[in-house]
């Protein structure tokens, strides 16, 4: 009973594995923080074999099996949570909660991610993507929310709001705003366009997908919807 405190450092092994405790570090899991030096401050890593590349990096939580494995230097400011939650993530300013969330990709910098998968394999900067799957694949300045929006590689500079919305959308044309399930989700190349609505601009696509305001369920849809 009473009080215990502890100066310096304290490692546990045995059934522990791995618990590092010190005045500005905690590190638990088998593998985790293993490269870890003097010169790494404020870091919370836990799981097995998380943060296992870090060096001296500072400022960064990353809790779960192999997330956050390619992290080693800098200022990070990077909250990593999930089985191989940002994996080969090296960008600082990035958050990614949810199992392989930002897990394939390098870049990330001011970007979100929220959700299994969500942004897994994009290559660009300022995204956010919530929900599984969500801009899965590699896009720029797109924010995503929903259930596979803009899954295939969306649109630079893009939003799309809805299960399914902007779901074929190619890493070309851009600045396309898509609200409600399946909202343009034929849509590939063209850009500049607005549409709202469930269903709405589905088939819209090829040359044709530049430059549109669609509004209403179902317009210029998939054939039988009901409004």
Known sequence: TGDAQITGSLT???????????????????????????DADNNVILGVNAGNSLTTGNNAVIIGKSAGQAYTTGNLNAVIIGTSAGQNLTSAFAVAIGNNALGSTSTGVNSVAIGES??????????????HRA????????VAIGYSAMHLQGQPNSVAIGKFALYSALNSGGSTTAVGMSAGYGITSGG???????????????????????IGSGSLGASGISN
């Open 12 to 38: 546990i092994s045995g059934s522990f594995h791995a618990f590092t405790l010190d005045s500005d570090n905690i590190v638990l899991g088998s593998g985790s923080g293993v490269a870890m030096e003097a």
């Open 118 to 131: 969500a942004a897994y394999s994009n290559t660009g900067n300022h995204v956010v993507a919530i929900g």
């Open 135 to 142: 801009a899965y694949g590699p896009s720029a300045g797109t």
């Open 192 to 214: 500049g366009n607005t549409v709202y609505g469930y269903y709405a601009g589905y088939n819209l696509a090829g040359s044709g997908a530049t430059g549109n305001i669609i």
